[in-house]
């Protein structure tokens, strides 16, 4: 009895080792692609591009640096934030070299579909209050809570995250960029982020 | 003959979400939209006809009493081959489906197939089974998403038909209670005649 159900495991746990190393590089293909995907929505054009990983309040990110015949034409930030409504938010946000938002693409997210998930839709208002500025000169919340970005209709909470990880990946290009500027912070961020145990100010 | 039989089943009579009522936490969450629903749909019907050849295959090796650690293990590891796979050949669809794919391991539709059919049958007979069991499946999932879909976001497999918002509410969970039971309504007064 036992031996049967060890030898059931032993050959199911094979099975699973087996197509895991068939799937390794293909699945390690897929998800370069989607950044390499990703970088060029978000960035001008550009020749060569150098990551670096950086860990900003305990949430890994990733400056991707791209030059353009060695000149700096802009970062691309892989944000993340937790604040989301359900789940971990991953987004893409693409500065020039003046630390202007060029675009930003939402990677990954859970958000309610039809509420939330509008942050990922093409010239959502969120999306639209961020092009073309650069954060430092905004006051960097929901105009609900008296800032100067525009919410989704009925998805405060979801808002308030997609601000959180642009003010993040701002940081994120602050130090990498090694420019001048203060570190921005998102103004209340209401009791999502209360709850979760994280201050911003 | 008797095998088409075993194939229509599935869709009809023994359809696993509108008749056997089976699988009805990946049924509610996942049909948003008809395409995702239609991969749960493939997903599971997969896991399904896998585990019950495999399963038909080895079940005079396995001793009853650990009939069901068996089941479980073999069914775990082709939902983690079909996640692989998925994770590598179809990223977008993974993404979408995401959670609920390692879900698919505690589907009541797959240990009830092979606690019921494959134990007990051949394994080109289980593996009918599970193609119909699987088809019903997937029809069912795939009908609640268009339906969701439609009334939702006013649109059908991606294509919008309407400008502006649809009824948000069927894109939510209340949304999928309703359709579920309007569906599963119309489903047993039309097959009612058959079944009997």
Not at chain 1, 15 to 33: L, S
Not at chain 1, 124 to 132: D, K
Not at chain 1, 169 to 193: I, M
Request: proline content about 3%; glycine content about 10%; overall charge negative.
């Amino acid at each position: 009895m036992v031996l049967v159900l060890l030898g059931i495991t032993f050959v199911s746990s094979a099975a699973v080792g087996f197509v895991y190393r068939v799937t390794e590089e293909p699945i390690e293909q897929a998800k370069q692609a989607n950044v390499k995907s990703a970088l060029a929505e978000v960035l001008p054009a550009f020749d060569e591009s150098v990551s670096q990983e950086l860990v900003l309040d305990e949430l890994a990110l990733t400056v991707h640096t791209a030059t353009q015949q060695g000149q700096t034409v802009g970062y691309a930030v892989e944000t993340a934030t937790k604040n989301g409504f359900s789940g971990l938010i991953r987004m893409m946000v693409g500065f020039d070299a003046e630390g202007n938002v060029l675009n930003v693409k939402v990677l990954e997210h859970n958000e309610t579909p039809g509420l939330g998930s509008k942050m990922a839709d093409e010239g959502n208002p969120l999306l639209t209050s961020f092009q073309g500025k650069n954060p430092a000169s905004m006051k960097l919340s929901v105009r609900k809570d008296g800032g100067e970005v525009d919410a989704l209709t009925a998805a405060t909470i979801s808002s308030r995250a997609y601000v959180d990880a642009v003010a993040r990946a701002y940081n994120a290009y602050l130090q990498a960029s090694g420019n001048e500027g203060t570190d921005v912070t998102t103004g209340a961020t209401g009791q999502h982020a209360q709850q979760e145990g994280e201050s911003y100010e | 003959m008797n095998k088409l039989r075993l194939i229509w089943k599935g869709l009809i009579k023994e359809n696993p979400t509108f008749v056997l009522l089976l699988g009805m936490c990946p049924t509610l969450g996942t049909t948003t939209s008809a395409m995702n629903g239609m991969g749960m749909g493939l997903a599971t019907m997969a896991v399904l006809i896998l585990s019950n050849i495999v399963i038909s295959c080895v079940k005079n090796i396995i001793p009853d009493k650990v009939r069901i650690p068996s089941f479980i293990v073999i069914i775990a590891s082709f939902v983690t081959v079909v996640q692989l796979c998925m994770q590598a050949y179809v990223p977008e669809l993974y993404k979408t489906l995401g959670v609920f794919i390692p879900l698919i391991v505690v589907n009541c539709i797959i240990l009830g197939r092979a606690e019921a059919f494959a134990s007990k049958n051949g394994p080109l007979d289980s593996a009918l089974d599970g193609l119909g069991i699987g088809l019903g499946f997937t029809l069912s999932l795939t009908v609640i998403g268009a339906v969701r879909e439609m009334l939702g976001s006013g649109a059908i497999f991606g294509h919008r038909f309407i400008t502006g918002d649809g009824m948000l509410i069927f894109v939510l969970a209340p949304g999928a209670f309703i359709v579920l039971g309007y569906l599963m309504v119309l489903f047993n007064k039309l097959t009612a005649k058959q079944r009997q």
